[in-house]
């Protein structure tokens, strides 16, 4: 599989979930000055890796991806959110979309660079991104850390 494969793919399944996306976009306007919560950072992240995703027409150069690797992240994504959300079928196919992007394409973490989780905090080095979590999480068959860049 390539890169313009898998965006292809992910705009595709992004274009499934159009009132999703007016919703997210509705809130966005909605929110309140100072939301500076976590949950709001991560919304603001995604938000605008959608976008990111929307206006890339085109990948270059256009690199190889191991399919069996994007299916395996798949499925743990089905399993993280059948757990956190059950039933959410258009935040499943949002947060799939975005988080298959960052792991894959845009080779960015899957949590907002320079934000604390708890005992997490993701930070960049130069260019490379660094999870205080990684190490702890990574065999964790629940987590997708396996997934995300950070070293």
């Not at 809130?27 to 309140?32: A, D, L, T």
């Not at 973490?109 to 320079?114: F, I, R, Y």
């Not at 989780?117 to 999480?137: A, F, L, M, Q, S």
């Amino acid at each position: 599989m390539y890169a313009s494969d898998l965006l292809a793919r992910i705009r595709r399944d992004l274009d499934t979930i159009p009132d999703y996306i007016t919703r997210i976009e509705r809130e966005r306007q909605e929110k309140r000055e100072g939301s500076a919560g976590v949950l709001s950072h991560l919304g603001d992240y995604n938000y605008a890796t959608y976008t990111e995703i929307r206006g890339q027409n085109f990948i270059e150069p256009n690199f190889s991806i191991d399919p069996k690797r994007v299916k395996e992240c798949e499925l743990a994504l089905a399993r993280y959110l059948d757990r956190h959300a059950p039933g959410n079928r258009e935040l499943k196919i949002y947060v799939t979309a975005i988080s298959l992007y960052l792991a894959f394409i845009a080779r960015r973490p899957l949590h907002p660079p320079d934000t604390s989780y708890g005992e997490i905090h993701i930070i960049k080095r130069g260019d490379e991104y660094h999870c205080t979590g990684k190490r702890k999480y990574r065999d964790d068959p629940g987590a997708l850390c396996r997934f995300c860049i950070c070293r």
